[in-house]
Nanobody
Framework: QVQLVESGGGLVQAGGSLRLSCTASGNIFSINAMAWYRQAPGKQRELVAS???????NYSDSVKGRFTISRDNPENTVYLQMKSLKPDDTAIYYCNADLWAGLPAWGQGTQVTVSS
């Protein structure tokens, strides 16, 4: 039983920055890893960045060098710092938690819109 709540989305001009936050509550000890996904209109949901329980990270090729995933363990929060944003980054961004057992948990999503 894990609940995820995202925040930080909004409208930003190309080249700008945003920081998304995801706070986990409930049985946080069941979380194995966390990740950020995004889904643009008419497109399939894609993995953007992930962080393992030991802090290792992975990024999709489209965001490497621009996005950074980090964590705040005392507050059970994961962040996605997004820099040099492009219109193609426009999507709903979802926080995801992989659990030690069972299906993963998902947040409600936060909209990121990048204008040209």
């Amino acid at each position: 039983q894990v609940q995820l709540v995202e925040s930080g989305g909004g409208l930003v001009q190309a080249g700008g920055s945003l920081r998304l936050s995801c706070t986990a509550s409930g049985n946080i000890f069941s979380i194995n890893a966390m990740a950020w996904y995004r889904q643009a209109p008419g497109k399939q949901r894609e993995l953007v960045a992930s962080m393992s329980s030991v802090g290792s990270t992975n990024y999709s090729d489209s965001v490497k060098g621009r996005f950074t995933i980090s964590r705040d363990n005392p507050e059970n929060t994961v962040y996605l710092q997004m820099k040099s944003l492009k219109p193609d980054d426009t999507a709903i961004y979802y926080c995801n938690a992989d659990l030690w057992a069972g299906l993963p948990a998902w947040g409600q999503g936060t909209q990121v819109t990048v204008s040209s």
